[in-house]
């Protein structure tokens, strides 16, 4: 191949100008025979003892069953070893995936247009808020204090490059969005938008009032509606039928796993009116040159490849694979495998917030609706408890005074289909012991 | 091919029809046919004021965007809805029914920077 | 060829297989909702079809065969570097104690996530001359987002707002002046000499007090290594401007330089291209974005420490960071595939395969220069480009009608019409896991081809005959947007 080339020598191919060749010694990770780079994640795995803990962690990352024919299909090489498609004459079953995986998110948030995915769910709020400057030309957005903390984050993140304010919405005793506080706040006429989360980040059903979506609007203001944990929308009224014209949301829940925080698959919905402004790939649905139903990549004007610095978004690379997964676990499951899931989620965090709720000196903090996660006061620093659960083999929950000062004896707790009866009364003497050791001490 | 007599053209390819203070604005023949398939047209809201060749709406094809430019000052007046449906009347009928926008024009002498048919021609001529 | 039995008979949409009755039993069958919940927050109907799970299996295997992927066949997609993915690091990260761990789990239960991503970040930096990495990024473009809010941060810092204008060459990728707009950053497009590179006499006129970032890739997209580099980051240095280095076509460089060697102060590195991860029909990506030492403090949280005592943490607080990117620390799945392909390399490895990749584009460009344009005669890196300019002229038939009837000959087409100053490109990478064999019987099927546009330019307007589908409309996707199912009333 050199001589075809006409060069000596592979050197002479790669050669760089002398003053920026690498002299450097390098410290990289020594080459390995395959069988030996399994030993070596071996070792890593040992270490990951936390994956085999009784677990009531969720706050945007939850356990749920897989069935294993999502990956018997998502691992097909077809798919896995696609890149996006642009050419559409030989990516046909991809595109009428995703076109599938738009349609099941317009079901699911009752919007009329999904894209094909965004980054994950706080990255999808950041993008939805930006949609909402765009379409209202101000520079200021007010999200609930409710809303995860990562992703109000991330927001300001994103915010603070266009030199944008981000307000925040206090909540009440409840555990649910000052919804006065927010009527008096959009009363000024300044807001591009205003996000809530739905359950919020306590869990609790918080939407806005049709009186108080009225007042959104009328300030001009497009209502954002977030969703963290998708499967609570097979069993909650979706964003769209109260008033959200935007929604931004994280579909790992949908057969993709934690996996120690990604990748997942965030996703936009949005009314008609938006469809200009969504940012990301859109699978659209066309003909070929004979009328034969064919998919395709549309409204590609929107992105940066065309539109560069005007693009309404740069994301290129998004989360096709995930949408994938997430598109065939909701075939899987369809209507009736989802209401039972969300049954399921529905009757195991009623069991765990009543068995903990027994024990003395522990209450649930609010008594708003919730789905599968609350919060649960133990009188004492959250922190603490946590880590001596944690002796005990116990990942008890999130503890809230982390982000929330106020809140530092809460703990937000989480179960979901996966979650037994053993794990429920493992907690429970745990707790009871770690609460009141010094009674028997 | 020729342009048509009666219009005023600019650099950007906009064609102006100018009737008293009104005036008519669209694409050329030429833009459209080097755009390709018009598959959207943003368009600004009437009663907004515009300058003479500051952007005031996007045009797209399926592979290209391109901007705009309003060849008179004024004031919108009308935008041609009905390409909210059918883009393709600008490819179709540059000169008719895929007209663009309606304003009244704040400055009649700015039609002095616009071109003649005969110099619109001449550029066209010589992008080829 | 692909799919071919199936041309004239569509896949019916999940929607519309559906049908009562045909529900799974994953789970026991649960209690009416309104047992738990007041009906006022329920939603009224669950809209959603129910399929047996055969059904589902057979659909979606269908969806796969009416697909291309590298498995499939050769990829030579310009700027993707499909190169092949191996099957070891999926097994890997589908192992329980890596996909089962919660992002909250408490740093000491997760000891080995965090080592490993403590390895990939120090092997990475040391690979790339960098001082260090965040591995948050989720894609190329958001570490681009990532790279400049740490631009515009440091200029704050130090005072100098007036820098507001981002440089990019005509070449670059459309995330870069995409990601300099979100940053509130004005974009400077700067045109390529006619060698197809930047020259230092340009980049001087246009540096200035106003400059904050220049983004650069090299080798550059038409696969040619800007030689001057060490003189373009002295020029936009000394303006007090920063240099990024786009990784998108690092695979060109390993074992020879490094784009910290080079001069740049950021950069990210797309793992799902020259690391192997796959990219899965558009995603998930991972995006490592690499710093200099002075903007170390500046990177998005968490950041992967190490203690004194050798244990490794989230690090979350950090006063000068632009704060977090993403919902969860890191595409930690992505990250430790990566450190598989890292492992089966070294970094001899990772030499060879920079070699190999440079050597099989060298290859194909000679022997597609037989008998196609390619505006750039000389050694190229990991791609190139061809073009289709005096076949359209003479014959009419564009470089999309190559790539469509390269689809008929079974072969992924190249990247088209990109970069947009070379008229009718064909850009083409082929990868270093690619055979001469895989190679030599591309070459021969664009040469019978091109020599059938000269003959028979027709038979390529029609192309692609044996796909699924033929030439999609999509003008009228695009004007007409349909882009979900309804149910038919």
Not at chain 3, 153 to 164: I, L, N, P
């Amino acid at each position: 191949m050199l001589d075809a080339i006409g060069v000596e020598s592979l050197d002479e191919l790669l050669r760089v100008p002398d003053a920026i060749a690498l002299k450097a010694k390098l410290d990289v990770v020594p080459a390995l025979p395959e069988y030996l780079i399994q030993r070596r994640f071996d070792r890593f795995a040992e270490k990951n003892a936390g994956a085999g803990y009784r677990s009531f962690l969720g706050a945007g990352a939850y356990r749920h069953y897989v069935p294993p024919a999502i990956a018997a299909l998502a691992m097909r090489g077809e798919f896995l070893t696609a890149y996006t498609p642009y050419q559409a004459e030989v990516s046909q079953g991809y595109l009428q995936a995703i076109y599938e995986w738009q349609t099941y998110i317009c079901l699911l948030t009752g919007m009329e247009i999904a894209n094909a995915s965004v980054y994950d769910g706080a990255t999808a709020l950041a993008e939805a808020a930006i949609m909402a400057l765009g379409a209202t030309g101000r520079q200021r957005v007010l999200v609930s204090r409710a809303i995860h903390p990562n992703y109000r984050g991330v927001l300001r993140t994103y915010c603070d490059g266009l030199d944008v304010a981000v307000d925040e919405i206090p909540f009440t005793a409840n555990g649910t969005t000052d919804l006065d506080w927010l009527a008096n706040a959009v009363a000024k006429n300044a807001y591009a938008a205003v996000a809530l989360q739905s359950p919020n980040f306590f869990g609790n059903v918080d939407t806005l009032a049709p009186e108080v979506v009225a007042r959104v609007r009328e300030s001009g203001a497009v209502p954002i509606g977030v969703v963290a944990e998708a499967l609570s929308m097979a069993a909650l009224a979706p964003p769209g039928s109260w008033g959200a014209q935007i929604v931004a949301g994280e579909a790992q829940s949908f057969g993709v796993p934690v996996a120690y925080g990604g990748p997942y698959v965030g996703f936009i919905a949005c009314s008609q009116e938006h469809m200009r402004r969504i940012p990301g790939r859109l699978a659209g649905k066309t003909v070929d040159n004979a009328g034969r139903t064919a998919y395709v990549l549309t409204l590609q004007a929107r992105e940066q490849h065309i539109r560069r610095e005007r693009a309404t978004s740069n994301i290129c690379t998004n989360q096709a694979h995930c949408a994938l997964i997430a598109t065939i676990y909701l075939a899987l499951m369809g209507r009736t495998g989802l209401l039972d899931a969300a049954a399921l989620n529905l009757a195991r965090s009623r069991e765990l917030a009543s068995s903990v709720a027994n024990i003395a000196g522990v209450r649930l903090k609010h008594s708003a609706p919730f789905f599968n996660e609350f919060v649960v006061d133990v009188g004492r620093p959250a922190a603490g408890v946590l880590a001596e659960l944690q002796q005990r083999g116990i990942l008890g929950g999130i503890d809230l005074g982390r982000c929330y000062p106020e809140l530092g004896s809460c703990i937000l707790m989480t179960a979901t289909e996966l979650t037994t009866t053993g794990d429920i009364n493992a907690l429970a003497v745990a707790l009871e012991e770690v609460l009141h050791a010094r009674v028997h001490a | 091919m020729a342009q048509p007599e009666n219009l005023l053209y600019s650099k950007e390819h906009e064609w102006v029809s100018l009737d008293g203070d009104s005036a008519t604005i669209g694409i050329t023949d030429y833009a459209q046919s080097a755009l390709g398939d018009i598959v959207y047209v943003e368009l600004p809201k009437v009663g907004s004021s515009i300058k003479q060749f500051s952007t005031v709406g996007v045009i797209e094809s399926v592979k290209a965007v391109s901007d705009l430019f309003t060849p008179l000052s004024g004031e919108i007046v009308e935008v041609n809805s009905a390409l909210e449906n059918d883009p393709a009347a600008v490819n179709r009928e540059p000169y008719g029914a895929g007209w663009l926008l309606k304003i009244r024009v704040a400055d009649p002498a700015e039609a002095k920077a616009l071109l003649s048919p005969t110099e619109y021609d001449k550029i066209v001529h010589a992008s080829h | 060829m692909l799919g071919s039995m199936h041309r004239n008979e569509g896949v019916p949409l999940i929607f519309e297989l559906g049908q009562a009755g045909r529900a799974n039993r994953y789970f026991e069958e649960g209690k009416p909702l309104d047992a738990f919940l007041p009906a006022e927050v329920l939603r009224d109907e669950l809209p959603l079809p129910d399929n047996s799970e055969l059904d589902v299996v057979r659909h979606y295997t269908r969806l796969s065969q009416r697909t291309f992927g590298i498995d499939v066949g050769f990829y030579p997609l310009g700027s993707c570097t499909m190169k092949y993915n191996p099957r070891v690091n999926d097994a890997i990260v589908s192992w329980r104690e890596f996909a089962e761990l919660h992002p909250y789990t408490p740093d000491e239960l997760a000891q080995g996530a965090l080592e490993a991503m403590y390895e990939l970040e120090r092997s990475l930096s040391s690979l790339f001359g960098m001082a260090a990495f965040s591995l948050n990024p989720s894609a190329g473009a958001h570490a681009e987002l990532g790279a400049l809010l740490i631009a515009k941060k440091y200029f704050k810092e130090r005072g100098e707002t007036q820098r507001d204008t981002v440089i990019v060459p005509d070449t670059a990728h459309g995330t870069n002046p995409a990601s300099a707009a979100m940053c509130g950053f004005k974009v400077i497009s700067l045109p390529s000499n006619p060698r197809g590179r930047v020259s230092v006499e340009e980049i001087s006129r246009v540096v200035g007090p106003d400059t904050a970032v220049c983004m650069m890739t090299n080798p550059n997209t038409l696969g040619l290594f800007e030689e001057e580099i060490a003189e373009i980051a002295a020029a936009v240095h000394k303006a007090g401007g920063l240099m990024y280095y786009d990784g998108a076509n690092a695979n060109a460089i390993m074992g020879y330089t490094r784009p910290g060697d080079m001069g740049f102060d950021l950069m990210h590195l797309n793992t799902h291209k020259t690391f192997t991860i796959p990219h899965g029909g558009g995603g998930a990506g991972h995006g490592p974005l690499g710093v200099a030492a002075p903007l170390v403090e500046y990177l998005p949280t968490p950041v992967v420490v190490k203690s004194p005592d050798g244990t490794f943490h989230l690090e979350f607080d950090r006063p000068k960071s632009i704060g977090p990117m993403r919902s969860f620390w890191s595409n930690f799945a992505h990250a430790a595939r990566a450190l598989a392909y890292l492992y089966a390399n070294g970094e001899q490895g990772l030499k060879r395969v920079s070699q190999l990749a440079v050597l099989n584009a060298n290859y194909l460009r000679v022997k597609i220069a037989e008998f196609l344009e390619t505006p750039y005669p000389e050694t190229c890196r990991h791609e190139f480009v061809a073009s289709a300019q005096t076949l359209k002229r003479e014959h009419g038939v564009r470089a999309l009608d190559l790539a469509k009837a390269l689809l008929d000959f079974g072969y992924m087409a190249p990247t088209i019409y990109f970069p947009l100053l070379v008229p009718e490109c064909l850009m083409i990478e082929p990868t270093e896991t690619e055979s001469k064999e895989t190679l030599d019987g591309f070459v021969d099927a664009l040469r019978k081809i091109v020599e059938l546009a000269k003959s028979d330019p027709q038979a390529l307007f029609d192309a692609p005959v044996s796909t699924v589908v033929g030439r999609v409309d999509e003008t009228r996707a695009a004007r007409q947007p349909d882009l979900r199912w309804r149910q038919q009333p």
